[in-house]
């Protein structure tokens, strides 16, 4: 007995169910037909801007989703987001006093007007507090992990082979169905499994880290230097990972598979 394979039959399913679709809109001034719309996925249409800068977002997501999204993490911040969220806001306003260190007028006014971007928006602030973007004992994630995801959702959606674009009913539906793998995810994680291939630079990174953060646990490395050696680390995988092209502006990855 020959097994179907599970692209195929996704496609078949797909192809089935296209007719019961609404129509994919054909330009942004569509109104959402709510009957293309699976049970349980809330979807909220946003609009910003005006005239020329005008933007319209769809945004999709389950109640579960939700409620994880408030306790997410924000993984790019320097490497303050490596530091325990208690000694975070003190270690900035360091970094902060030693702007004035900087002799060329432009930089400093540049590195300040960063400074009080980031005061305002990550430190000071009740709406994303250090608490709530800290990594510190977490393992290191990049948008490698959002691009893995992405091609998943698009060979799930059986358009794999497809350059056609995507019926906006059909993500609605793929978007659900892998809403609903959330709770048998995180069972997995839970048990100890891991969903994806970690690659060896990512291993010897999260290594790396967590020795230093045993080290600063156990006051053999103070926040400061805990912060110098981290910024070091990620300049030199950053140096090994990546190198610019001599033919063009394109960044060339280094490391093998």
């Known amino acids: 007995m020959c097994m179907v394979k599970d692209d195929y039959l996704i496609r078949a399913i797909n192809r089935a169910r296209e007719k019961t679709r609404p129509a994919n809109p054909q330009d942004f001034s569509f109104k959402i037909d709510e009957n293309g719309i699976p049970d349980g996925l809330n979807v909220w249409d946003v609009h910003t801007g005006h005239g020329d800068r005008k933007r319209r977002h769809i945004i999709c997501y389950t109640d579960k989703q939700a409620r ?30 030693a702007v004035e260190a900087i002799q060329n007028r432009d930089e400093r006014k540049l590195v300040k007007k960063l400074c009080a971007y980031v005061d305002e928006t990550w430190i000071d602030t009740t709406m994303w507090p250090p608490s709530k973007w800290s990594v510190h004992m977490q393992k ?55 969903l994806r291939r970690e690659r060896k630079s990512f291993m010897e990174l999260n290594s790396n880290l967590k020795e230093l953060w045993r080290r600063h646990a156990t006051s053999e490395l103070s926040t400061k230097n805990l912060l110098s050696e981290c910024a070091n680390m990620y300049t030199k995988y950053n140096t090994v990972r990546y190198a610019a092209s001599l033919d063009d502006d394109r960044e060339c990855e280094l490391e093998e598979e």
């Open 68 to 97: 994880l999204l408030a306790t997410s993490r924000r993984w790019k911040l320097m490497c303050l987001h490596l530091l325990p969220k208690g000694k975070i806001a003190a270690v900035f306003g360091d970094l902060r006093l």
């Open 140 to 194: 290191v994630r990049t948008t490698n992990d959002v691009e893995g995801w992405h091609n998943h959702l698009h060979n799930h959606a059986g358009q794999k082979y497809s350059y056609n674009g995507l019926n906006m009913y059909l993500l609605f539906d793929v978007l659900n169905l892998e809403a609903l793998q959330v709770d048998k995810n995180a069972a997995k994680l839970l048990q100890g499994h891991k």
